[in-house]
Structures are given as structure tokens and as C-alpha cells.
Nanobody, 124 residues
Framework: QVQLVESGGGLVQAGGSLRLSCAAS????????MGWFRQAPGKEREFVAA????????VYADSVKGRYTISRDNAKNTAYLQMNSLKPEDTAVYYC?????????????????WGQGTQVTVSS
């Protein structure tokens, strides 16, 4: 089992940066793929980025490619999402998720553990 807690959200001006952290408990973290998703008011939860168990492979949504970077530190049981050049349309609750299946996935159904989310608000 994996329990996830996100932190690092907040209010930032357009063009600014934030780094989200996802602290995991449980032995399964180092063998789990990790993903970040986001959900804006009135919209579906959407994929943002994912990283495989070793950190050697990553995948990004087109909307964040070149601006966001996902990473992980298995020694610290933590995944990160560095967000640069933020835009107002990036405003959402951001969720981290873990996939014990170990595969690099972009769909919600592939992830079996979820955090509670952290709010990111980008002002124009």
C-alpha cells in the first residue's frame, strides 16, 4: 500500500514557478510509477506528467511539455513536479498518483493510489 501527501501549491503570478512535492509512505513507492494529474473547476481530471519507477522515463501532456518537469527521489520516497512559466489556465487542484502496476501510464485507471490534492492558482 502507498499513501501520498502533496505539498507546495499556492498562488503565483503568470510566468512564475512552483514546485510540488508528493511524499509517499510504504515500501511500494520505489517500484511504483508516479503520475501528476490536475482538475480545474467544472472539468475532468486530466493527465499532466508521469515517471517510471527508476526515473529513467517520463511522459508529459502537450499542454505542459517544455514547462513542467517531473522527477523522483526514491531514497526520500518523494516525487516532484517543477512547474515553470505558469499560465492562468494551469490553475487547478493538482493530484499525485501511484501505479503499483509499474507501467508508465497517462490514464487515471492505471493508478491505484491517490493523494488529496494541492491547489495551484495562477493569477494574470
Amino acid at each position: 500500500q502507498v499513501q501520498l501527501v502533496e505539498s507546495g501549491g499556492g498562488l503565483v503570478q503568470a510566468g512564475g514557478s512552483l514546485r510540488l512535492s508528493c511524499a509517499a509512505s510504504g515500501r511500494a513507492f520505489s517500484s511504483s510509477a508516479m503520475g501528476w494529474f490536475r482538475q480545474a473547476p467544472g472539468k475532468e481530471r486530466e493527465f499532466v506528467a508521469a515517471i517510471n519507477w527508476s526515473g529513467g522515463r517520463t511522459v508529459y501532456a502537450d499542454s505542459v511539455k517544455g514547462r513542467y518537469t517531473i522527477s523522483r527521489d526514491n531514497a526520500k520516497n518523494t516525487a516532484y513536479l517543477q512547474m515553470n512559466s505558469l499560465k492562468p489556465e494551469d490553475t487547478a487542484v493538482y493530484y499525485c498518483a501511484a501505479s503499483s502496476y509499474g507501467v508508465l501510464a497517462t490514464t487515471k485507471v492505471r493508478y491505484n493510489y491517490w493523494g488529496q490534492g494541492t491547489q495551484v492558482t495562477v493569477s494574470s
